[in-house]
């Protein structure tokens, strides 16, 4: 590590720098730490939601304005370009002055440790992301520790695989799309630390909508779907066939978009200290913030042991000013989210644009130890705000007290997305290259439903979407809340099917009706789908149907389209991560890892290049001793 990477190096630098410049200020994570240790309010930060004149906003040094627009003109593309491993801080706006000592030798990275480890260790961290009892370092941002790691209170939510269903008894399907991909992202990360993810930390869906399948897309944004159906035989089930149901969403043009009402929610507890936690936050969003314009308004708040506002609306141009103020974030004190959860929507409520898209945007570890810790409180607060029109996204971080359930509950309830950023790779995928999908929304509550044909399917299963179940009567309610749908987003669904006349999973009725005994009108069609969803603003749904018939059919798995194939190899590596009871013991890893690279296809950002790895990565844990996860 060189002395300008060092992070310690970066922290006194600025406080000499600003000190020298005779700017009398603490960093606002500081102050909140300070309150917590000394017990003693502060004003504007004491507990309370601070007024428009308790804040202001955070300023660069004034004599280097020039030289801090220069820098992020210069490093913007050092601060987009993936790393391994990882991020440091991007390097200080001058030079200081005096020199520092000699920086501390560089912490080992995680995966490191794990290739030190023995390989009976890795088998025991799959249900906690590392191992309890290994002897290792403990890496917290700027300072290693020896000692043993604490054991991890990583929470997801529990949810039963869904059951196969007879169509003549349930021919009905009914759930609230999604386009959340965080379940993806958060199993790369056990992987690439040599473990296999706990299986409730494995949704389906969300590893199917974290890939491009460059399905066509909508050329109106008042019709702003479009559909693809495919029908293949399936590759993990023999006599079996699986719907591949694809929407494409319409892409805003950038000069046509929404101004953007955007409130920074920034979690600054002492869990967020690590690299891979608030710094990473920090660049994530450095990227994000030259894709803002003049009509767009940026706030900041953050929270610990109190929260504050560190930026009053700023308008979105103003580069300088939103990089300064996550500059001047630092790491300290306990985790109050739920009141840094009100005062971000206060703020956001008040400098509503009726005109825009207003949008609170959390970055934490999920740690919500402090202040409001009724989870039904909180789904309740955020699901009160979404009726106001206010949307939340969630960003996850870090590893070992990441709340999954947690986020997923908020995001769900507050009309919005989550996401886990591991690396700059995929800050960059979440916060540049898909920016237009992450922040402006073309479609809310999106609801599917398929109704199955009993002439031609005896029985299905949804792959995935177990947490987001619908009632059947719930498609047509449009006061039930759904999916939001941002611009340019895709959205995947595979059912399985047995074709009547194939053997099925259960025996049939001795005194029902056989499936197919009694004739279709429509007997070409296996099913029907219908979609719902709400133009932004609108309260009434609009429906979309679509029939799936026998000219859907492939006529082999090797003559589906390139795009089926590699939706199935990822299906197929998520239900052997969750141990789904349904996929074949005849279909491993090796058999996903050869579908893929069948169909790998395009690959503009590497990212089935990388699916690939992980899944051969996955087939070497597999096998070592111990590895099957209890």
């Known amino acids: ?251 805003i043009p950038r000069r046509e978009r929404p101004p953007l009402n955007l409130t920074l929610l920034m979690d ?91 949008r609170v945007i959390l970055m934490t570890d999920g740690d919500f130890n402090v202040g409001i810790t009724d989870p039904r409180a909180l789904k309740n607060y955020v699901a009160d705000q979404r009726k106001k029109g206010i949307y939340l996204s969630i960003f996850g971080f870090g590893r070992g007290n990441y709340n999954d359930e947690m986020m997923q509950s908020l995001a769900q309830n507050g009309n919005g997305t989550a996401a886990y950023i591991d690396t700059m790779q995929e800050a960059r995928k979440v916060f540049d290259n898909q920016i237009q999908g992450t922040l402006f929304p073309i479609a809310d509550d999106v609801k599917a439903q398929v109704e199955f044909n009993p002439a031609r399917v005896k029985e299905w299963r949804l792959i995935g979407y177990e947490t987001r179940a619908l009632n059947r009567e719930d498609f047509n309610n449009d006061a039930v809340d759904a999916g939001e749908i941002g611009a340019g987003h895709q959205v995947t669904a595979l059912y399985e099917i047995t074709p009547v006349g194939a053997p099925g999973s259960v025996d049939p009725l001795r005194y029902g009706a056989a499936p197919g005994s009694e004739a279709t009108t429509k007997s070409d069609e296996l099913g029907l789908l219908r979609l719902r969803y709400k133009l932004p603003g609108e309260d009434k749904s609009r429906l979309i149907e679509r029939p799936i018939t026998v000219k859907d059919e492939a006529t082999s798995l090797a003559a589906a389209p390139e795009s089926t194939r590699f939706a199935l190899s990822v299906a197929g590596y998520a239900q052997l991560l969750r141990q789904d009871p349904w996929i074949g013991s005849g279909f491993g890893f090796a058999d996903v890892a050869r579908l893929a690279r069948s169909a790998k296809g395009e690959d503009a950002f590497g990212l089935r290049a990388e699916f690939i790895e992980l899944v051969d990565r996955a087939q070497g844990l597999e096998r070592l001793p111990g590895s099957n996860r209890e």
């Open 1 to 251: 590590m060189t002395l300008k990477s060092n992070p310690l190096y970066h922290r006194l630098s600025r406080q000499t720098y600003l000190g020298r410049q005779v700017v009398a200020m603490l960093s606002i994570s500081a102050l909140l730490a300070g309150c917590v240790a000394n017990a003693a309010p502060v004003a504007g930060l004491g507990g309370r939601a601070p007024s428009p004149s308790d804040v202001t906003n955070y300023q660069c040094p004034q004599t280097d304005r020039e030289g801090a627009d220069r820098y992020h003109r210069q490093n913007r593309r050092h601060l987009a370009m993936p790393t391994s491993g990882y991020p440091t801080p991007p390097p200080p706006l001058a030079p200081p002055s005096p020199p520092p000592p000699p920086p501390p030798p560089p912490p080992p990275s995680l995966a490191a440790l794990a290739e030190v480890a023995p390989a009976t260790s890795r088998a025991a961290q799959s249900k906690i992301g590392l191992s309890a009892t290994m002897p290792s370092v403990v890496v917290t941002g700027t300072r290693v520790a020896g000692g043993q790691m604490e054991r991890s209170t990583e929470r997801y939510p529990a949810a039963a695989i869904n059951p196969v269903k007879q169509t003549a008894e349930s021919p009905v399907s009914t759930f609230a799309m999604e386009v959340d991909t965080a379940s993806y992202a958060n199993a790369r990360r056990f992987v690439r630390d040599g473990s296999l993810p706990p299986a409730d930390a494995v949704r389906v869906e969300e590893f199917l909508n974290y890939f491009d399948y460059g399905y066509a897309k909508p050329q109106d944004k008042s019709a702003p779907f479009a559909t693809q159906v495919v029908v293949t035989p399936s590759p993990w089930a023999e006599s079996k066939q699986i719907v591949h149901i694809g929407l494409s969403g319409y892409d």
């Open 268 to 358: 600054v507890s002492g869990s967020m200290m690590p690299e891979d936690r608030l710094p990473l936050a920090k660049r994530a969003l450095a990227l994000m913030a030259p894709n803002l314009n003049q009509r767009d308004r940026v706030s900041m708040v953050v929270y610990a042991g109190a929260a504050g506002v560190v930026l009053n609306p700023t308008p979105g141009n103003q580069t300088r000013d939103i990089v300064c103020a996550l500059e001047a974030l630092e790491a300290g004190g306990s985790t109050a989210g739920g009141e840094g959860i009100r005062l971000a929507y206060d703020l956001a409520a008040r400098n509503f644009n009726p005109r825009g898209v207003n």
